[in-house]
C-alpha cells in the first residue's frame, strides 16, 4: 500500500488498486508479474525437509499456492475487509469447499430458498450423498430457529438473490447464526464489496463467484473465500486436495478487474437504476425486481444494508409470459443473449432456460422464477443506448 502523510485508512478504490502489491522503487513493474508455473525449486534439500516439517512456507507447487494468487488475495482480504482471502477455480469451487469443510456427514445445513441455480442443485443433489441434509428456509429467514438442530452447522445464504433479487437482512442472518452458534456463510457475488461488505456486520465468510465482478469482463472462470484466518486456512486446505485452485492466468486477469471493481459496480449500479424505472413504466412488463425500486418488497431493507447502490443485476415478467420473453430475447441487440454477468457488456437470458433448467414447476415457484422472468446484467453502455434497445426489442 502507498504511505501517506495523512494518518489516513486508505479507502475502498486505493486498497482494491494497492492491496498485495510491492513496488521496488525505480525500474521495477507497476502491473503484477504473472508467474506463470506449475512448480517451484526448492534451495536445497534441507528446505524441502522444513517444508515437510510445516517450517518453511516457500511456495513448492501452484495448487497449494502462487504469488500471483496471493496479490489477488491480498485485494480481496483488503476490499471485504476480512482477515484473509482464497481464490479458487470458480464460485461454486469456492463455494463447495466451504461446505466441505464446514460440515460433514451426519451434519445439517440451513439455507435460504432462493439460491443461484448452480448452488441449489450442490445442495439438492451431492452433499445429500455424501450425508449432509439440508433445510430451506424463506429469505424473511423466518422458521429459522425451529430448524437448528444439535447437528446443524451453517446458515447459507445470497443476498441479492439470483436472478429474483430478493434481499435478506445480513444483520438478522448474523443474530440468527450466532444465538445457535452456526457459521455464517454468505454469497456476495451480487453485491459485491463496493455495496455491502457481510463480514463487517459479524458474518464469518463470504463467498463469491469472482466470475462475475470482481473480474469483470467476462473472460475468466474464478472463486473467492474472505473471512476469519482460521477458517480461510481450512477451506484452503480442502481446495488443495479436492483441486479446485485457480489457476494464475486467470488470477492476473482477476487482479486487473479488481483494480476497477468500485467505479464499475458504482456506474453499472446507477445505469440499473435507470433501466429498473424505465422497465417499470412499460406496459409489456408485469413486474420489475429491482431492490432499488420502491416498489421491491425488500427496498427499505436493501437501502439499510447496501451503499451507494443496489448492483446491475435486475429481472422483469415479461405481460405475455414466456412467449413475450422469447420474443424480447430475439430481438435485443446491444444486449447479448448470453448466461453470466458482471461484465461490461450488458446481457440477458431466461433463467427458466438457464440457471433454473430443469427444474419442476414447484421448483421453480419456490425459486420466485416465472417462465416470462427474463434476467438483465447492465454493463458499460451508454444508458441511453440501453433503454432504446429495450424499447426497441418489447415494442
Ligand atoms: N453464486 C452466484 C450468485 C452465481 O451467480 C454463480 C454463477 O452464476 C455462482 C455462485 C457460481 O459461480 P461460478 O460460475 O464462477 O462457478
Redesign the pocket.
Known sequence: MPKTRAARTPGAATRAVHAGEVHHGIGGPVAVPVVQTSTFTFKSVEEMKRWAEGRSRADIYTRYGNPTLRVAEAKLAALEEGEAALVT???????SSTLLTLVGAGEEIIATRY?????YRLLRDYLPRLGLRVNYVETDLGGVEQLVTPRTRVLYT?TP???TLHVVDLRRAVALAHRSRLTAVV?N??ATPVLQKPLTLGFDAV??????YLGGHSDI???AVVGRRALVERVRQTVIHFGGSMDPWAGYLLIRGIKSLEPRVRRQSETALTVARFLEKHPRVARVHYPGLRSHSEHRLARRQMQGGFGGMLAFDHKNGLAGARRFCQRIQVFLLA???GGAESLAVLPLYT?HYKMSPKELAAAGVSPGTVRLSVGLEDPADLIADLKQALG
Open positions: 477455480a470458480s464460485g461454486m469451487a469456492a463455494i439460491l443461484y441455480g448452480g448452488t445470497e438473490t439470483n436472478p454469497d457475488t451480487f463467498v463469491h463467484s469472482a466470475t462475475k472462470i474464478a472463486g448466461a453470466s454477468l440457471s
